[in-house]
């Protein structure tokens, strides 16, 4: 896994990433900021039945990288936050567990490597 987490940091290195679902935790933000070199994480923090539509503006920015869906604080609802990333042709995925970098980065490479133009084994 540390070897997932110098790859996805390389790749992600100050772009920005986009957190959507539950309450933004100021501790563990900042640690995945600095563990990936990002320009930001974007957490954005969600209410039940929120509508996606206020994600969007955020989701198609330039400097976004990968989308990624906390699961289990977010609501069903928000599934349709998949199709708005496959519109604009932003990574995103589902993160059932914590956020830990080094799981991030494992998971972000499992689910999104070949989009993001890395070598995935299978």
């Not at 920015?61 to 989308?67: L, S, T």
């Not at 609501?75 to 567990?97: E, M, Q, T, W, Y």
């Not at 689910?111 to 070598?119: F, V």
Request: hydrophobic share 40%; glycine share 6%; charged share 25%.
């Amino acid at each position: 896994m540390q070897n997932d987490l110098r790859e996805i940091a390389a790749c992600l290195a100050q772009t920005t990433l986009v957190f959507i679902g539950g309450q933004v935790n100021v501790d563990a933000k900042a640690e995945i900021e600095r563990s990936f070199g990002l320009r930001r994480l974007r957490w954005i923090a969600t209410r039940k039945h929120q509508s996606t539509k206020s994600f969007e503006s955020i989701i198609c920015r330039a400097d976004v990288k990968v989308v990624v869906l906390l699961t289990r604080w977010a609501s069903h609802s928000f599934g349709d936050v998949h199709l708005v990333c496959k519109r604009l042709g932003k990574p995103s995925l589902n993160l059932r567990a914590g956020y830990n970098p080094r799981q991030l980065a494992y998971e972000i490479k499992r689910k999104c490597g070949r989009k993001l133009g890395l070598s995935v084994q299978t």
